[in-house]
């Protein structure tokens, strides 16, 4: 069964870095892709980044520049780094992990950060 | 970036009822349409991929057309656990953007 759980600081200050882990079961981090999914509070889905099954990245150009997204496949994690951020960064963060055929067939139970001093 | 817009943004809707959610591509994107729904838990799941195709295990009801620009997800008979919110997204060229949503209400 595949399974998703996202990991990090509920409360990240202004300017300051966010690091955020999703966990992955059921299946190799070297045969799917996962990605990144934000939601601002009431507020629609953005598409932030995807790290591939081959370990190559691609990120959404408007966050590019503050935006890493790694991995360990050995302990199954990808992980999340956003500097530089500001209030509207608060959101709910989701990963994805891909299935047979489509890129976010599985996703987290998401985990809320907030932005603010 | 392709923009994706979503209508309508609020559905109220009876059990039973037939309902269908439009997506409009800012440009050409060759089928290339994914539906998802989220609960009011937060939950999010897939339920069309590649504009018609039914994600394992997503009741018969659900439907998904379209072509070029213009995409719409219908679903047949409304059940009470269908009322939720509703989003296109395109996977054609980065960055993959989202529609803004409808949310399917009970009338």
């Known amino acids: 069964q595949v399974q998703l759980k996202e990991s990090g600081p509920g409360l990240v200050q202004p300017s300051q870095t966010l690091s955020l882990t999703c966990t992955v079961s059921?299946?190799?981090?070297?045969?799917?892709?996962v990605s990144w999914i934000r939601q601002p509070p009431g507020k629609g889905l953005e598409w932030m980044g995807v790290?591939?099954?081959?370990?190559?990245?691609d990120y959404n150009s408007a966050i590019k520049s503050r935006l890493s997204i790694s991995r360990d496949t050995s302990k199954s994690q990808v992980f999340l780094k956003m500097n530089s951020l500001q209030t509207e960064d608060t959101a709910m963060y989701f990963c994805a992990r891909e299935s047979s055929y489509i890129l976010l067939g599985y996703w987290g139970q998401g985990v809320m950060v907030t932005v603010s001093s | 970036d392709i923009q994706m817009t979503q209508s309508p943004s609020s559905l109220p809707a009876s059990l039973g009822e037939r309902v269908t959610i439009s997506c409009r591509a800012s440009q050409g994107i060759s089928n290339n349409l994914n539906w998802y729904q989220q609960k009011p838990d937060g939950t999010i799941k897939p339920l069309i991929y590649y504009t018609s195709n039914l994600q394992s295990g997503v009741p018969s009801r659900f439907s998904g057309s379209g072509s070029g620009t213009d995409y719409s997800l219908t679903i047949s008979s409304l059940e009470p656990e269908d009322f939720a919110m509703y989003y296109c997204?395109?996977?054609?060229?980065?960055?993959?953007?989202f529609g803004s949503g409808t949310k399917l209400e009970i009338k």
């Open positions: 790290i591939w099954s081959n370990g190559g990245t």
């Open positions: 059921g299946l190799s981090l070297t045969s799917n892709s």
């Open positions: 997204q395109q996977d054609a060229s980065f960055p993959f953007t």
